[in-house]
């Protein structure tokens, strides 16, 4: 990775430095094996299969306001993200969390950079959370990364609202499994349910 982010490689259209390296190591369990067999290919010498060139080429969400609306767009995402920051959010407070993190976790620390919200003009009110008594339902997928599992186990902890685990490790991905009708029945009849569904495997 250390030789990658030093003297990165290029083929085609896609670099191979220290953050297509953890690009690789972030992958689903379902691509492990590719991963590896390109991790190796370029640790001898090779170059990367046409899987990990797809997936490298992706390119992030439009940033702007007439970026097509689905759910949320780029803008109004970074908005929430950034307006409820409550870290740093000077560029040379955010560098310095990201070498920290590097260093700490040479693999997957520097994998995410939040960079746009840098110099962001609002601070984030402080969160209050205070238990109900009106039933609430949360649902967590067991292994992702995009929304870790610990997150919603504290949601729990603080609300005490009723905790349904997707067994899976795709993002979103409770939209298009039967047991998403478990989490409808609390907006139809305002059940709750505890447990797990089987996930996206």
């Known amino acids: ?3 990658l982010d030093r003297r990165p490689r290029a083929v085609g259209d896609e670099v191979m430095n220290g953050d297509w390296v953890a690009s690789l190591l972030a992958t689903r369990p379902i691509d492990w094996v590719t991963s590896a067999i390109n991790l190796v290919s370029v640790l001898e010498g ?18 702007a306001y007439d970026a097509p609306r689905r759910g949320l767009n780029g803008l109004q995402y970074d908005a ?7 870290s740093g959010t000077s560029f040379a407070d955010m560098w310095g969390a990201l070498q920290a993190r590097r260093t700490a976790d040479p693999g997957l620390g520097g994998l995410y950079f939040t960079a746009w919200c840098a110099d962001w003009p609002l601070h984030a009110p402080p969160t209050h959370v205070v238990r109900g008594h009106s039933p609430l339902q949360l649902s967590g997928h067991k292994d992702e990364d995009v929304t870790p599992y610990r997150w ?35 907006f139809r009849s305002g059940n709750t349910t505890n447990g797990t569904c089987p996930g996206d495997r």
């Open 46 to 63: 090779g170059t990367p299969g046409p899987a990990t060139k797809a997936r490298g080429s992706a390119k992030r969400r439009p940033f």
């Open 1 to 3: 990775m250390t030789n």
């Open 80 to 86: 929430m993200m950034c307006n409820t920051d409550t």
């Open 152 to 186: 919603v186990q504290e949601a729990q902890k603080a609300t005490g609202g009723a905790l349904l685990t997707v067994q899976d490790d795709v993002h979103a991905s409770l939209a298009q499994l039967p047991c998403v009708s478990k989490v409808l029945a609390f």
